[in-house]
């Protein structure tokens, strides 16, 4: 907002062809630009490139105006008011300055463009701009113009000065059609209109202006006419029907649209209207005679083309008939083999088939038979049944590579008195010198002297509070082995466990 704020203070010295202007705009001192960055308090903006406003009445583009001083109030020209212009051609300020007096929309009596009356109309008091067209630039500037009446004011209009105002005006626009300024009267009869749309409508007026206003909408169906505008004129003469649906120029006005556009049925429809309230003037009669002469040309044309459309339908009729389509069932008997033709048919064709397959099978019992006959089958051996290994023998093997393989990788520490061990993992051990088994927990892993692990086996006491779940110590508690005693009483009680020392190489 701050940029666009100084963008629009810059100096109209801004040229649409030579580019843009740089400006610096500081602030008072206690001020700052904003609040997001206080620190901010001059800044620098350069119009790079510039267009100014779109002024053609196409919305072409063909008409720019940028604004070199702007004017001192709101005030703006309208069509058919004076106003004093300042007009210097070219770019170049040592060009001629001409001062004009003119009614807008009446240009061509001073000699001023059209493109410039544009352009104006939407100027202010005091304004200059510059004026680019296709053909030449201008520099223009307005230094006075005839003030308008807002629409509050002519709501407040006594009657007798509005009706007073309204008539001056269709007599200007009169006067100018009967001069050929087509487009001059077609704005004064759009002025008229201005004042009896914002009028104070009271009933003892109502006459009075609504002649008014169908005179208005009639005349200026008659500057369509003129100009060929057949739609617009149409539009008018439709406006005045609201009013006075009866009137005699609007029906001869608007038939003249329609017979234009070749609406023929519509047109005699609006003369057969006139000729029924009576009237029957000759150029009403001129009227309806080109309206049937167009009708008559029209039906000629089409008669041509619907005759060559009736020759293409005869043609169409005297063709040969085309060769009915075949349905499927047709299609079906006319491709049926000869076999299903019949259940006679079908009945041999089956027991043929039948016969084939026995001859077939035949021979193939024959051909299986002189191949064996050729090539008996040979006897098979009997393989002998591996004996199962004893699972005791297994175990011992078993244990044995197991232990060999331990002392390999790590040899084993002295069993010293006072160490203490943990519950490692349930094991079966095989003492191969005597053939037996002590199985238990495993609390050490000391050697016994035939080279087996020592079993140490621990015991559930029953008389434990803690209870043991499937055979397991559930509390994970230290055993220590202790020596015997002298009298041999091996007691060691740690917990809820008893050790028995059964190595018999124990001196107890």
Known sequence: ??????????SSGINAEYGGELASFTTAEGERFSSVQPDIHSIEVEMLSHRGQDVSAKGDGSLIKSIQVEGMNRSKPFWTGKCRLLIQKGSNSGEEVQAVVLRLGDGDTYGVPPEIEQCAITMTK????????????????????????????????????????????????????????????????????????????????????????????????????????????????????????????GLFRRARALCALRFYDEAQSDLKKLIGLGENGSEIRVLMEEVVKGRVEMARSEGVSMRAVLKQIEKEENKEPAEPVKSVWDEAEETCPAELASEEAYAAYTGKLAEEERVRKEKEAADRAAYEAANPPKKKKKRKKKKKADPAVVAVTETE??????????????????????????????????????????????TAGNGLPTPVVVKDDANASDKTQDGKIT????ISEKSCEENGAAAVSEGNATVDCIVSECPA
Request: glycine share 4%; proline share 2%; charged share 30%.
């Open 126 to 249: 005091g304004e200059e701009c510059r004026l680019v067209t296709p053909s030449s630039n201008f520099t223009i500037t307005l230094s006075s113009l005839e003030k308008d009446l807002t629409e509050k004011e002519i709501y407040n209009l006594p009657s007798d000065e509005l009706i007073t105002k309204t008539e001056l005006t269709k007599k200007s626009g009169n006067f100018n059609f009967q001069k050929g300024k087509l487009h001059l009267a077609s704005l004064y009869y759009n002025r008229a209109f201005r004042y009896l749309d914002n009028r104070n409508r009271k009933e003892e007026d109502s006459k009075q202006t609504n002649a008014l206003e169908v005179a208005c909408h009639l005349n200026l169906a008659q500057v369509y006419l003129r100009t060929e505008e057949w739609q617009a004129a149409i539009a008018s003469c439709n406006k005045a029907f609201w009013i006075d649906p009866d009137n005699v120029k």
């Open 401 to 446: 590579v197991v232990q060999m393989k331990e002392e390999e990788e790590e040899k084993e520490p002295e069993v010293d008195e006072g160490m203490e061990y943990r519950v490692a993992q349930e094991k079966t051990i095989v003492n191969k010198g005597d053939d037996v088994i002590y199985e238990g927990q495993v609390v050490n892993d000391g």
């Open 475 to 478: 509390k994970n508690e230290e």
């Open 1 to 10: 907002c701050i940029v666009y704020t100084c963008v629009c203070e810059i």
